[in-house]
């Protein structure tokens, strides 16, 4: 079979000319296909040296014409111009053209006409789409690097769900930007309609119907509590006030990362009063590196533990809960059905490990953010993401941190958890069972109430003395 590609000006008579040839011999040769490209005069030039320069070509009038080589692939073989193929087509088909000098003119104007239309159309219907538009920040992390092919492969917002991605970090980060967008456009994700890159704070966040918020870019150490406050406030400040004037009224707004985690969350609530309710930070990585822990002690694959819960600081001072842990497909002398479990706490006969190895390592892994990559900070900040667009599976329980209502425990001025549901994206409480959780509340200073500690109980124990800061981790199921 022979492919031949047509390439040229959309107003060339040349390339009118030599297109009614190729319909002819596509009309009567069963093994003849003809492919055409036609550009905009204004674009035509650069479109051609582009193409050129793409396959070390040689060309530079109107058309262009090349052979596809279908049954080896490679770049192709140029063929030349109007002349060539009249040649060619007269020594291998013995067929030429008599088409008129007048008409070719004729021809070449309705090409343009036409060719207007088609691009014109092409930009109504663009107009139609409204793709969700989803706001990265500090882009250039190796976390975004891994994120972006996830949200454009469909299963966190749906097949159907065409999306815009925009990055946005500062302005000495844009080579790594375009490296970005150019690796998102590679994807050729169906769901992907736009990749763009945004470096100007005052254009931050327009029309977001999506913001994830990514571990900023720190210059200098940091030493204290006040250095931390310090550091990030003018970045949230700055967020906050940028969300409020540009993004859409029912953003969602979801914080991960490895750093100060649940103190950029309240102060993005603080600084955006408006997307309160619709900020919620990332849970997922600590619980993941806790059925990690428990997965290697058991012999056992993480996807089999379910219900593991993190409560306190997602990034700091946090209680990894197991009372209603289970465990799925255990080997052991005791089988089931596919549903069936067992409690985690029962088949963990080495509670010395429990309550002294399992915790101290991972709170190790908490303080050093060890083993805390790209690659787990996106699949975490992914699945949150589908979980709260579509609901959590049936039934199972997953770490989720967000802002208490004050009426939980029935204490004026207090922010604190307790379990909800997540049922296609609206949270209520799942029962009263944890309202006895908290028997110490936190203090009314601000400050402690975003980053207060205290004393953490044994994994297996309820927690009786534990000050929760303003932001703990949270779980939901549906």
């Known amino acids: 079979m022979a492919k031949f590609v047509l390439a040229g000006r959309a107003d060339c008579p040349y390339y009118a000319k030599a297109e009614l040839l190729a319909d002819y011999l596509q009309k009567n040769l069963p093994d003849f296909r003809i492919h055409k490209i036609t550009q905009h005069p204004d674009i035509w030039e650069e479109w051609l040296k582009d193409l050129c320069k793409k396959n070390r070509w040689s060309h530079n009038k109107s058309p262009i014409i090349w052979r596809e080589l279908l049954d080896r692939g490679g770049k192709g073989l140029l063929l030349g111009g109007y002349n060539e193929f009249l040649e060619h087509a007269q020594l291998y088909y013995g067929v030429t053209s008599s088409m008129t000098t007048e008409l070719m003119k004729r021809v070449a104007q309705e090409n343009l006409g036409t060719h207007i239309e088609k691009e014109l159309e092409k930009e109504s219907l663009k107009g139609l789409v409204n793709p969700l538009q989803v706001w990265i920040t500090s882009a250039s992390s190796l976390a975004c690097y891994h994120l972006i092919p996830i949200l454009t492969s469909g299963e966190v917002f749906g097949p159907q769900m065409e999306i815009s991605i925009n990055l946005f970090d500062n302005k000495h980060t844009e080579e790594k930007l375009i490296s970005h967008k150019q690796e998102a456009e590679d994807l050729a994700s169906p769901c992907l309609q736009s990749v763009s890159i945004c470096t100007q704070a005052e254009e931050a966040f327009h029309g977001a119907h999506v913001i994830i918020i990514l571990d900023d870019h720190v210059d200098k150490e940091i030493n204290s509590l006040e250095d931390c406050i310090r550091s990030r406030a003018p970045l949230c400040q700055l967020y906050g006030s940028l969300i409020e004037k540009n993004a859409h009224n029912f953003a969602k707004i979801i914080v991960g990362g490895k750093t100060f985690v649940n103190l950029k969350t309240a102060l993005l609530m603080k600084y955006a009063p408006t997307f309160a309710r619709n900020i919620i930070a990332v849970a997922l990585g600590v619980e993941g590196q806790a059925k990690a822990a428990l997965a290697r002690k058991l012999k056992i694959t993480p996807s089999c533990i379910k219900d593991v819960i993190i409560w306190g600081n997602i990034s700091g001072n946090n209680y990894v809960d197991l009372r209603k842990a289970k465990v799925y497909r255990y080997e052991s002398a005791i089988w089931g059905p596919p549903h069936y479990s067992r409690p985690v706490l029962s088949l963990l006969f080495d509670r010395e490990w429990v309550n002294r190895e399992f915790v101290v390592s991972l709170k190790t892994l908490t303080a050093t ?89 044994d994994p297996g124990t309820e927690p009786t003395s534990l000050v929760p800061p303003a932001l703990a981790g949270r779980f939901f199921s549906s």
């Open 369 to 457: 953010g060890r083993q805390f990559g790209g690659m787990l900070a996106a699949h975490s900040i992914a699945t949150t993401l589908k979980y709260w667009c579509h609901g959590s599976p049936p039934g199972e329980i997953v770490s989720l941190g967000v802002l208490s209502e004050e009426t939980d425990l029935n204490q004026e001025d207090v922010k604190t958890t307790l379990p909800t549901k997540n049922d296609h994206q609206e949270r209520r409480k799942v029962s009263d069972d944890y309202k006895d959780l908290f028997t110490h509340l936190m203090p009314d200073d601000e400050k402690d109430l975003i980053l207060s500690d205290g004393d953490l109980p």
